[in-house]
């Protein structure tokens, strides 16, 4: 990949391309309108600088291609002057200017705009600009002068929307990253073994700070982000022939194939982030079809300890964010088999996403079940800070699963070192109108990251059933979780009274009788604990279906779950850990993914 480490080959392509973003910058104000500070300046004879590609007015760097906004006077206002050569004129249409008493070169001059470059001498700090009109009167203004402030050239030559780049996989043959109407065009993701580089044409970004100064090549110092994803990035500097422009070479992702073909996301943002400074946003759209997910064996019983890293597989978010994960496959063979999947960080949110393997080896349309941080909610810490994810799932069909371990619906692209530990758990089904009288939590059972030990229960429940669980422990102060299977519906008692008893629904004293109608027909999991870390105890637990009642949902005061992944939470009593939400589930992407033999 040697041809990517340096700027890309003055080709007839690339030439065209070029000469068009600056012919179509020089004419942004009349098919694109002037900002209202520019129009501010114009009327009171200021100048305002932006950078030429991304049209901000925060800082400009040496041998930055600009544009300045102003009211000037040419040699013939009602034309438009174009430099015609290299190294570019001083003066243009009777109109010259300086930047701290140094000429600058000159692109392009009309009556209300000027396209300059900013002087490769110039140093930090503020600098005024004078431009002297063709009658000799003066505009003048002030810019901040900066060692990187990078923007990207945009094929409208906007600031916005698909970007003026390019693709090649062998450093000759380029082609644009859009369409002649300006859309995007799918572009390649690559492999691996044959990877897709975008050229990205941008301005300001070649004097960014580096390890390696004088190599002209500051690719160490500058990141690029594809949809929040890393990209490699193998050349930042100077582009040839070209006054001011610089490109960015950069590896796409191979894991990004398929982002935007049916996932309901069109394109993916591209920013370009180098001494501290992010760039304008731009777009490209990367076609092709979705990576199988590659799996890795995990057995029941067993530890896997990973790492997130930028380079791992990519999982999309409902809202085009992207997820880092990492994929584990196991099988059962028993019917109801109750399985815990315990995912712990210290340098990430961690979350789980459950799927089944369907018989045509790709994954089910949408996880089967799902933990974000609940191992969490198992304490009576007042302030929460663990991020750790406890799955625990009643899986009622022997078969092939696949686990990710990934990071929270609110913590796209977070990266981190993991262990992941999938067990069984000795969890009897429970029939209604049961009674565990010789219930005891004890230091064998299955343990949470924050030190609260847990009893399991299960029970299949039908859309309506009106039904009460209790619990009563003279050893410790008891606390209960009623979930279906799914984890679309969640309820609680966590016991903030302090008293020997849990119950749900949890009376109040407003609602001391209240009732609970299953929103659903499922399998439901009761999990009973102290909530305090290490304690154990002996316990009764009950389960019991009350008598029918109409089940008006309305006066229950239920949120009922209205689509997939959404999270009922019932608080009756309060929740201790209240600076934390129970859980976080905003949906990941529900495309078909095939998974590796």
């Known amino acids: 990949m040697r041809f990517f480490s340096t700027p890309t080959r003055t080709t007839a392509r690339r030439f065209l391309l070029i000469t068009f973003l600056l012919a179509v910058a020089s004419l942004c104000v009349s098919r694109w309108g002037i900002s209202l500070r520019y129009e501010s300046a114009l009327a009171q004879s200021e100048v305002v600088v932006v950078n030429a590609a991304s049209y901000s007015t925060d800082a400009l760097t040496p041998d930055t291609i600009s544009a300045a906004y102003g009211n000037f006077i040419t040699q013939n206002n009602a034309t438009p002057f174009f430099a015609q050569s290299q190294p570019l004129p001083t003066t243009l249409g009777g109109v010259h200017a300086t930047i701290n008493n140094v000429p600058?070169?000159?692109f392009y001059v009309s009556k209300d705009q000027i396209n300059l470059l900013i002087p490769s001498n110039i140093q930090d700090g503020n600098a005024t600009i004078v431009v002297t009109n063709f009658d000799n009167t003066t505009r003048t203004g002030t810019v901040k002068i900066v060692r990187s402030a990078v923007g990207v050239?945009?094929?409208?030559?906007?600031?916005?929307?698909?970007?003026?780049?390019?693709?090649t996989t062998d450093g000759t043959t380029l082609v644009n990253v859009f369409n002649p109407d300006f859309t995007e065009r799918p572009i390649d993701a690559g492999t691996k073994d044959k990877p897709t580089a975008l050229v990205l044409y941008v301005t300001g970004i070649r004097y960014t700070p580096s390890q390696n100064p004088t190599s002209g090549n500051v690719a160490d110092a500058v990141t690029v982000k594809i949809q929040g994803v890393t990209a490699k990035v193998l050349y930042a500097g100077l582009a040839k022939d070209f006054a001011g422009l610089d490109q960015v070479n950069v590896i796409i992702p191979p894991e990004l194939s398929g982002i935007n073909t049916d996932t309901g996301c069109n394109n993916v943002q591209v920013v370009v982030t180098a001494n501290g400074r992010s760039s304008n946003p731009v777009t490209v759209k990367i076609g092709g079809e979705l990576p199988l997910v590659h799996l890795t064996a995990i057995s029941l019983g067993e530890t896997k300890t990973g790492t997130l890293a930028i380079d791992d597989q990519v999982q999309l978010g409902d809202d085009c964010s992207t997820f880092f994960f990492d994929a584990y496959d196991f099988v059962t063979t028993v019917p109801n088999t109750v399985i815990a999947v315990d995912l712990r960080s210290t340098q990430m949110d961690a979350e789980l996403l459950l799927y089944q393997v369907m018989p045509d080896d790709t994954l089910s349309p949408a996880p089967i079940g799902f933990d974000d941080n609940f191992a969490s909610f198992y304490s009576n810490a007042p302030t929460n800070t663990n991020k750790d994810a406890l799955l625990?799932?009643?899986?009622?069909?022997?078969g092939r699963y696949v686990i990710y371990a990934t990071s929270s619906d609110l913590k796209p692209d977070s990266v981190g070192d993991y262990t992941l530990k999938l067990t069984t758990v000795d969890a009897p089904q429970l029939s209604y109108n049961q009674t565990i009288s010789n219930g005891s939590i004890t230091t064998t059972d299955l343990q949470t990251s924050s030190g609260a030990y847990l009893d399991v229960y299960w029970f299949n429940g039908i859309v309506g059933d009106n039904v009460r669980v209790t619990m009563t422990s003279s050893a410790f102060f008891p606390a209960l979780f009623l979930q279906s299977n799914d984890r679309d519906f969640i309820t609680l008692d966590d016991n903030a009274t302090l008293t020997n008893t849990a119950q749900i629904p949890t009376p109040t004293s407003q609602i001391p009788n209240p009732v609970l109608f299953l929103p659903q027909s499922s399998v439901y999991v009761i999990t009973a604990t102290p909530f305090d870390r290490d304690r154990t105890g002996a316990y009764t637990l009950s389960l019991a279906r009350l008598n029918s009642l109409t089940a008006d949902h309305s006066?229950?005061?239920?949120?009922?779950?209205?689509?997939p992944r959404s999270v009922v939470r019932v608080q009756e009593g309060g929740v201790k850990s209240s600076e934390a939400s129970l859980i976080n589930s905003a949906s990941r992407s529900t495309r078909i993914r095939g998974i590796e033999d």
């Open 104 to 106: 600058v070169g000159l």
């Open 153 to 167: 050239f945009s094929a409208r030559s906007t600031g916005q929307g698909v970007a003026a780049a390019q693709t």
């Open 392 to 398: 625990i799932f009643v899986v009622q069909t022997p």
């Open 555 to 563: 006066k229950l005061k239920l949120n009922l779950p209205q689509a």
